[in-house]
Structure formats: C-alpha cells, structure tokens
C-alpha cells in the first residue's frame, strides 16, 4: 500500500505497460515467446466484453510464456526490445522538481518492471511501485497476484485511500489534484477514481471510457501529459477543462 501523503500539488498515478513504456512488455513477451498475437487479442476483446476476467486471462497468457523462458531470459529480452515514452523522463524529472510523487500501478511482474526503469531513468530511479509478483522455482514461474480482486491487482484500492483522506481535508486547506494515465483493461478499475484520467490514443481504455462516459483526455505520449498537469497544478485551467467526452 502506497503511503497517503497529501502534502503535494498534485499525485501522478500511472500504469507502466503500454504507458510509460512505447509497447506493453507482456504483450511482447506473449506474442513472441507464447502464444501469440491472435490469440491474445481473443482473450483480449472476451476481457473487455466482461466475459472473462482479467485475471484469468492475463494468467493464460502468462502461462503460454513460462515454458519457454525463465524470468531472468525473460528480463533481458525486454531490456533489449522495451522503450520508454519519449517525454516519460522529462516528465519524471519534472515531477521531482515539483515534489509530485509518481506512483506506477502496474498489473505486470515488479522485477520486469523495476529492471527495466533502471535502465530507462537510471540506478537511482526511485519510483513507488504496485505491481503482481513472481513465484519462482527450479524450472519456472508464474505470476503472482496482488489481490484477490478480479483483475489481479485491483488498482483502484491503491487510489481510493489518498481520496479519502482527501475528502476529510478541511476546506481552504490546499488539496491535491489526482491524476491518472493508462492504455488498457488492466487500467479499468483505476479509470473512474481520479480527478483526470490520461488514456493513450488508439488504445482500449478509450473505448471502455467512451463506452462507461468515463471523462477522459487523450494523449499520444508524456509530453502531452506534461502539458496538461502543468496547466492544471499552474492553475490555468482546471482538471475539468482538460477533460474531453463530459
Ligand atoms: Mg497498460
């Protein structure tokens, strides 16, 4: 559980895979050591249909992976194929310079995702992270989840205690906005929890927004986000005023 410290402008939640990163390091890994794309996809579309959850199905595709390859392989194929956002480091250091904590909510694998921060900000990267873990054993792995939720790692139970404690700030206090930025299912339970949600263009989370009228902005990397907190935690415009699909 992140530490609720409300001592800031704002709080920037974030999903890694698809987000920070240019492409999701488990679909990477699904379609080119499991599986495959078409399959994934098939599971994919029965998540967002409600038809299978998304701990099922991530665990599936997880699965058609551990046979082939041991996590320690599994991490240097991504660290030698996975990209960071362009504008994420910008962003980050950004952040820190304003005292706004980025907190990753992530349903992939910590260690996958913590090595490969390391080599996108740097060994003295120190971003808060939520994520599934690992189970290893002489011969495989397998993911293991951070909740017993539906989705895995239901990531609106990281977000819910800093709005609560939020709502019991006496007024005239200065409040701080809550952001957050995704691409997919995994970001659905999140997607309704924060002042503004950020959701990658041309990805699944817009259509689950645009079907749920969950209000949202789109953005095609960090840059844009950069823009927008800016303007927000600058006072220029409101989370509402940046939002689109009210
Ligand atoms: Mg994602």
């Given at each position: ?16 895979d698809g987000t920070i990163t240019l492409t999701d390091s488990n679909d990477y890994l699904v379609d080119n050591i499991g599986f495959g794309y078409t399959q994934r996809r098939t599971l994919g579309a029965e ?191 409101t989370a509402a005023d940046v939002a689109e699909n009210r």
């Amino acid at each position: 559980m992140a530490t609720v410290d409300l001592n800031h402008k704002a709080i920037v939640f974030t999903d890694f895979d698809g987000t920070i990163t240019l492409t999701d390091s488990n679909d990477y890994l699904v379609d080119n050591i499991g599986f495959g794309y078409t399959q994934r996809r098939t599971l994919g579309a029965e998540i967002l249909a409600g038809r299978l959850s998304f701990r099922d199905g991530f665990h599936a595709m997880l699965s058609s992976v551990s046979p082939h390859k041991t996590m320690s392989e599994c991490r240097d194929i991504l660290l030698s194929h996975i990209q960071l956002d362009p504008g994420f480091k910008v962003f980050y250091e950004w952040c820190q310079t304003q005292d706004i904590p980025v907190i990753i909510l992530s349903s992939g694998m910590e260690p996958l995702i913590r090595a490969l921060l390391e080599k996108l900000l740097g060994p003295d990267e120190k971003i808060e992270i939520l994520a599934n873990g690992v189970k290893e054993w002489e011969g495989g792995w397998e993911i293991v989840f951070h909740d017993e939720s539906h989705f895995g790692h239901d990531k609106s139970r990281a977000i819910k205690p800093f709005k609560e404690a939020r709502g019991k700030l006496a007024e005239g206090v200065e409040k701080p906005v809550f952001f957050y930025c995704g691409d997919g299912v995994s970001d659905l339970s999140a997607a309704r929890e924060t002042d503004l949600l950020f959701a990658k263009a041309g990805h699944d989370l817009i259509k689950y927004c645009q079907a749920e009228n969950v209000p949202y902005k789109v953005f095609d990397d960090f840059s844009d986000i950069m823009r927008d907190v800016k303007s927000v935690v600058e006072g220029v415009k409101t989370a509402a005023d940046v939002a689109e699909n009210r």
